[in-house]
Each structure stands twice: as structure tokens, then as C-alpha cells.
């Protein structure tokens, strides 16, 4: 069995103010002043934690960032296309563009590049950190899908926490995944979204609510011993999938029809 994590990466599009924010703030002030009354099979303290996002931090406190190493990549954040990343100020954006219809999953493999030396750069080395991303299937940004896969295939540990996978099923967010990936059936988005792999965890939204430490230490390849921690994803696959044939059937794709339909 691998060793229990030193380093923690938290990975979101964004810590605006808001929920996943929140709890990222908590987690940090819980790992650095209470982790060593916690964790009492780790020796020492937690190692590096580094916060990787796009360019909207705002939400983040500032004994957050004393605490932290702070990363901004811009391709992190929401597509350009998306709706709630329009409402929002993104002035810093100008000029990015996301790949074209059906490339999320090149987009997805060069931004593994960038996130896997950024964290390398970071001194965190896949065998002794846990890369914990929030909210990574919610649908607002094409590649993340494929970073997780890429992570996973490279030795990264990952812990998925999906805070409300009934926003996941928002029909905007699928069409999007869709027009992005060129998927023209619900089980191989569905693949994309929630992948199975022996690195990869799924954490209920009150996984790491309390004592975030004792998740992450015992984070291995081998989860068994806390319930809310599993390594399929949420949810009932028909469920899920439904709602994606939905959409499918909106486009007038569906299974018949491979050939992308544009918005």
C-alpha cells in the first residue's frame, strides 16, 4: 500500500467568494493548526499546500494565502463560452480562446502539461500528495474531464469532490460538454465526466467537512475504511445518463446522428 500523502494540491476553476471557497479556507486553517492533534500515524506536519485556479481568487482570505502557495492558470477557469464566466469580470481573460468544437480533449491534454509541472515546479511529487479538485464533471469548462484522466494515468492521487451533482445534470452544462467533447452518446460522456481508475476517489460533499486531514491521510489506492469516500462515482449511471440523452435528443443528435450539431 503507497504511503499516506505529505502534500496537498486543492484544484477548482475558481475561489470566488462562495461555497467551495469557504471550504477551502476552512480546510487549510484545519490542516495547518490542527493537523498534528489529528493525524497521529503521520510524522510531522502536513507539507506543502498549493491552491491552483483560475485568475479569480477573490474568495480566498488573506491567512489563506499565508498559508498556501497560490496558482492561477488561467485555462482553469469557466470557457469563454459559458454563460455564468460572461457574467462575471474577466477583463484578465481577454484574448483566450478555447479550442474548437469537439478539441476539449486536446485542450485537455495541454493543460495536464501545465498543471502537472506547475505542481512538479511546486515540489510536489505524484507519490506523496493528494490532488483534491472540487466540482471537476460540472460541465463549465470542457478539458478538466481529461486532466483528472491524465492526472490519474500518471500516478497522481485524486479526491473528486462533487458538492451537488444534481447541478452536474444542468442541461446548459451537458450541451456544452457535448458540443466541446463531439460525445454523441450518454455512456461515453458519462465515461468522460466520472472515470473509474485506481487513483481516483469520490468524496461526498460532506467527505472533508470536518477533519480534512484524516481524508487526506488516508488517501491511498487501497480507500476503504470511510464510507462517504468511494471510488465509483455518484449517483446511478441510468440517472445520470438520462439526463444527457435528454439533451442529446434536444440537439438532435442522439445515437443516430454522430455528427456534431452546432448551437
Known sequence: MPPPPTHIAIIHSHFESGVVADAVCSDVECLRTRSEDIIEDITGEIGKIVLLSGNRVSGLS???????????IRDLDHDPSDESSKRQSTGRLKGFRRAVS????????????????????????????????????????AAIPFVVSHLANSGWRLLLQIHDLAVDQN??????LLTQTGATRAATLDAIRYPVHENIAYASPVATDGDPPVQYAIMTSHLTTISSIAHLPPGEPASRQAAVEEVLREMGRGERSPTPCED
Open 62 to 72: 488573506d491567512p489563506t494565502f499565508d498559508r498556501t502557495e497560490a496558482i492561477q
Open 171 to 176: 442541461p446548459e452544462n451537458i450541451r456544452h
Open 102 to 141: 469537439g478539441q476539449a480533449s486536446l485542450a485537455g491534454r495541454n493543460l495536464f502539461e501545465r498543471i502537472d509541472a506547475a505542481l512538479r515546479r511546486s515540489g510536489l511529487p505524484p507519490d506523496e500528495s493528494i490532488v483534491h479538485w472540487h466540482n471537476h464533471s460540472l460541465g463549465r469548462n
